[in-house]
Structure formats: structure tokens, C-alpha cells
């Protein structure tokens, strides 16, 4: 399985950003994709995720900001940044982990960067 993220780049505070993340290769029908982030200093955090069947999970600081969708057909997972902040800045990380066999597997993209500022 591969992930290519893409979207990333320069926003000012109080903008918006759309970031994508395609998969490849063999993918179970059952998966979650989603985007963790990571800056500066910090450990990597779940930013948002959403299942095959449509479950979605936020990290409470990016609720009411933050919506994550998926177009299953062609395995892509979107999220569309609003109301952005200096603190959103971050490398944004592609994550899908799929079931096999009894055992969930977990991939990772190459990361897209996010700058919130002014």
C-alpha cells in the first residue's frame, strides 16, 4: 500500500486549505484513513480519521473547524482545513490501516506541510 499526500502549503490565519491523500495497492474493504500531524517539538497527533463506513473521529481541537471525507472508489481521503491557526501549523501525515486476516495493518504517507501565518 502507498500514500501520496498533496495540497499543502502557505495559509494565512482565518483561512481555509483542502489537503488529499490518494492509496494504493491491495486495500481491504475495511479501513480507516485519516491524517495525524506533527510540529515542530512535538509528538505526532491524530488530527482526524474516517472509516469505510463513514465513522468520523476529530481531535477536539480541530472540531468545527476541521471536516474529513473520503471517496471510497477511489481509495482518497480528504480534509478541508477552515478557520485556520498558527497553531495547525504542522507536517500532516496520510494514515491508513486496514484489516487482514484478523490483524489491522498501518501505512503512512510522506507528509505535506501546513504553515498558518501571516
Known amino acids: 500500500v502507498q500514500l501520496q499526500a498533496s495540497g499543502g502549503g502557505l495559509v494565512q490565519p482565518g483561512g481555509s486549505l483542502r489537503i488529499s491523500c490518494a492509496a494504493s495497492?491491495?486495500?481491504?474493504?475495511?479501513?480507516?484513513m485519516g491524517w495525524y500531524r506533527q510540529a515542530p517539538g512535538k509528538q505526532r497527533e491524530l488530527v482526524a480519521m474516517?472509516?469505510?463506513?463513514?465513522?468520523?473521529n476529530y481531535a477536539d481541537s480541530v472540531k468545527g473547524r476541521f471536516t474529513i471525507s473520503r471517496d471510497n472508489a477511489k481509495n482518497t481521503v480528504f480534509l478541508q482545513m477552515a478557520s485556520l491557526k498558527p497553531e495547525d501549523t504542522a507536517v500532516y501525515y496520510c494514515?491508513?490501516?486496514?484489516?487482514?486476516?484478523?490483524?489491522?495493518?498501518?501505512?503512512w504517507g510522506q507528509g505535506t506541510l501546513v504553515t498558518v501565518s501571516s
Open positions: 495497492g491491495s486495500i481491504a474493504r475495511v479501513n480507516d
Open positions: 474516517v472509516s469505510s463506513g463513514g465513522t468520523t
Open positions: 494514515n491508513l490501516r486496514h484489516l487482514r486476516l484478523g490483524r489491522w495493518y498501518n501505512y
